[in-house]
């Protein structure tokens, strides 16, 4: 039997129930109220489903009078009065009915906190108010411990009296853990988190005496990010403890030619980003100036001696500091011309 009629057969008793003293006594009818009767005009307004509910099943052997508002009056369960009531596996509360539901459905829950009785869980336990969702983190606190009554996606812990190591807490069942993919670690997590928020992590390095590349693998902490200069140095050969950017490289190689006047990327000499470097222009002729440059030198300006007139070859000048002295012949023996140095790493072309 469904429920509505069920109900209709309980109403059909209820009629007669309720006719059966108005034609025995006569007097009774003639006292009710009249059929269009103004309920608002009692303490109690027919509202949502009450409204389509008929007088008498509020109003059973025609008693009109002292008919109480209380929702469990009628709602008790007995199915005395109203066939609704808690079912059995309602969420287990002392509350009154009217704190959570209105007379439109007992689906529809509004709720206030301020009258609450018992325990967050004793209500949010996922039968009858909102529970923990299965994939929850695993605790036996209070929903309050962490939750407010206003929403359940923000969550708050209080950290000012712990004591304990956080890692009692934050292993992923108490409190949150270690994300999937987190760095390999087995440090505790204040030392790289406050209480504060996950993100950013902080590390302070100043006990710190093993190699950098130790933790920054990408693993254990940040590593070379895809693209980096590739090379097996130590990172505190280009970086310091502060920051990665920018790094503090400067080439120690006597082989060298010093820091050109442009920024150069460091692709610009060693093409394969790593540290191999390629002298593109003739590699005989490295690690000298000429061995990137010897198609910018031009033999015309560079005369080496008069009687007959002979130039310089690029390989007599190929670290661009070599002697350019002019000579009077072919001897070299008298200086005709003294040259200063023309051509610095750092000037802003060959001219
Ligand atoms: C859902 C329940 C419900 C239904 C349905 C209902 N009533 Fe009521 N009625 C009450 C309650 C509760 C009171 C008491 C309100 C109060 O004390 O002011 C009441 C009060 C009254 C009173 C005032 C009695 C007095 O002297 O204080 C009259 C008359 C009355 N109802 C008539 C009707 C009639 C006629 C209908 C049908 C058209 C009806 N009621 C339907 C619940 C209901
Ligand atoms: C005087 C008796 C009475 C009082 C008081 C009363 N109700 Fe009802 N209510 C009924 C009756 C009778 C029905 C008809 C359906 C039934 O029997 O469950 C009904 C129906 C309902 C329904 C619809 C049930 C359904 O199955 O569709 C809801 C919801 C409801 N009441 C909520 C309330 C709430 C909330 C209160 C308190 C604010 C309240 N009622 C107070 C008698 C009462
Ligand atoms: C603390 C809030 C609270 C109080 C107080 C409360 N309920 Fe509920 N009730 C709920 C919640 C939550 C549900 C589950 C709603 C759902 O399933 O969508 C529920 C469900 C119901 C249902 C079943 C609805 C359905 O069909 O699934 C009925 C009937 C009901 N309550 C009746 C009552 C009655 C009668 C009272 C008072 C004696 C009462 N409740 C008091 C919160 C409350
Ligand atoms: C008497 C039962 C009861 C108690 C005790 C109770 N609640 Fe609720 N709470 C409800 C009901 C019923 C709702 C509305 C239905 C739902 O969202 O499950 C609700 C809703 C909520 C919501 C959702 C609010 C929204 O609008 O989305 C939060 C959050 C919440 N409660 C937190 C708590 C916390 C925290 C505690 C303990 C301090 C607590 N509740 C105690 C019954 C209760
Ligand atoms: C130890 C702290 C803690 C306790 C105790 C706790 N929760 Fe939570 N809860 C969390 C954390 C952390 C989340 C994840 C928050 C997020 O996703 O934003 C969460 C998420 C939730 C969510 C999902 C929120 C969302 O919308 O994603 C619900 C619902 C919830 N908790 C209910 C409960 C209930 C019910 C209780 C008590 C029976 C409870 N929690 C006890 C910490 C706790
Ligand atoms: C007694 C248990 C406990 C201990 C110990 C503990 N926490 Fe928590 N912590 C929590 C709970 C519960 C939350 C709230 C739920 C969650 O985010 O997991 C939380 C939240 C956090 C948050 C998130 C804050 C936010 O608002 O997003 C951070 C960060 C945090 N804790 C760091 C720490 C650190 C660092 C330590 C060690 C100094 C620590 N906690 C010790 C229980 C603990
Ligand atoms: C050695 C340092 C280190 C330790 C120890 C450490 N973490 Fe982390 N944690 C990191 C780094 C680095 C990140 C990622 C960087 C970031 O997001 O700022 C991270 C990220 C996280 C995140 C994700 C943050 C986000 O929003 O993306 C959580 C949660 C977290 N750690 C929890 C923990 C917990 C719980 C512990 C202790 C059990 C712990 N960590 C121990 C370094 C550490
Ligand atoms: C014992 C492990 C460990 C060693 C050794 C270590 N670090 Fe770190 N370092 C970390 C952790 C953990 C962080 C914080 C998480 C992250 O940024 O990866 C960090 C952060 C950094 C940062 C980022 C700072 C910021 O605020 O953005 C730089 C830069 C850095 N380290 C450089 C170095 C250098 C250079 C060395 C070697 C001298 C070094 N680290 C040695 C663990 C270590
Ligand atoms: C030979 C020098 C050199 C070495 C050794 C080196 N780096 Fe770098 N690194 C660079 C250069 C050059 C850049 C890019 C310049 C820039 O962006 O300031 C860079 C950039 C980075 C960046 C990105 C900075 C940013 O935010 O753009 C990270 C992270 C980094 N290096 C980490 C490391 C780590 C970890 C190591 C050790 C395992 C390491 N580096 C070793 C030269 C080096
Ligand atoms: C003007 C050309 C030039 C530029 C630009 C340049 N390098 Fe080099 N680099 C060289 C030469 C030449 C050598 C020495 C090779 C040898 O020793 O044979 C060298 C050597 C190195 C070495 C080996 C260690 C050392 O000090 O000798 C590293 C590491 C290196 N360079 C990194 C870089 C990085 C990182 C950049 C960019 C920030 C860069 N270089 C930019 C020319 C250059
Ligand atoms: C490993 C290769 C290499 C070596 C060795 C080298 N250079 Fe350069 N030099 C370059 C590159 C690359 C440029 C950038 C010009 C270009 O884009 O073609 C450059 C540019 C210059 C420029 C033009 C100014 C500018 O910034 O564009 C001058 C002047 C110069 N170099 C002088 C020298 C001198 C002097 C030496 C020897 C002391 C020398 N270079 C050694 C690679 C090299």
Redesign the pocket.
């Known amino acids: 039997m469904s429920r509505s009629q069920k109900f209709l057969d309980r109403s059909s008793i209820r009629i007669a129930a309720a006719v059966l003293p108005m034609l025995i006594g006569g007097s009774v009818l003639a006292q009710g109220p009249e059929p269009e009767f103004d309920h608002t005009a009692t303490r109690f307004v027919l509202t949502g489903s009450h409204e389509d509910v008929p007088c008498e099943g509020c109003h059973g052997l025609g008693v009109f009078a002292g008919t109480p508002t209380d929702c469990s009056f009628c709602h008790d369960g007995s199915g005395i009065r109203a066939e609704s009531g808690k079912p059995l596996d309602h969420v287990p509360t002392n509350n009154r009915c009217e704190d959570c539901h209105t007379s439109n459905t007992w689906e529809q829950i509004r709720f206030d906190h301020i009258a609450a009785i018992g325990s967050?869980?004793s209500c949010?336990?996922?039968s009858g108010a909102?529970?923990?969702?299965f994939d929850?983190?695993i605790?036996n606190?209070?929903?309050d411990?962490?939750?407010n009554t206003i929403?359940?996606?923000?969550?708050r812990?209080d950290h000012a009296t712990v004591t304990e190591p956080c890692s009692t807490?934050h292993n992923g069942m108490?409190?949150?853990g270690k994300p999937n993919g987190h760095i390999q670690t087995t440090a505790e997590c204040d030392q790289c988190h406050t209480t504060r928020a996950w993100s950013p992590a902080f590390f302070d390095h100043s006990n710190v005496t093993e190699p950098c590349s130790n933790c920054h693998n990408g693993n254990e902490a940040t590593g070379k990010p895809n693209g980096h200069f590739i090379t097996n140095q130590e990172c505190d050969m280009c970086h310091t403890t502060n920051a990665w950017d920018p790094d503090t490289f400067r080439h120690a190689s006597p082989n060298y030619p010093g820091d050109h006047r442009r920024n150069l990327d460091c692709r610009a000499c060693h093409p394969g980003n790593s540290e191999m470097v390629v002298y593109t222009d003739d590699p005989s002729l490295a690690p000298d100036c000429a061995g990137c440059h010897r198609n910018d030198y031009r033999t015309g300006p560079h005369k080496k001696h008069e009687n007959p007139d002979v130039n310089y070859t690029v390989q007599e000048l190929r670290d661009c500091t070599g002697s350019c002295h002019v000579y009077e012949d072919a001897t070299l023996s008298q200086i005709k011309d003294t040259r200063n140095r023309e051509h610095r790493v750092s000037d802003s072309d060959f001219d």
């Open positions: 967050c869980a949010h336990n996922g909102t529970g923990k969702p929850h983190i605790t606190a209070d929903c411990v962490c939750h929403v359940w996606d923000s969550v812990f807490c108490e409190a949150t």
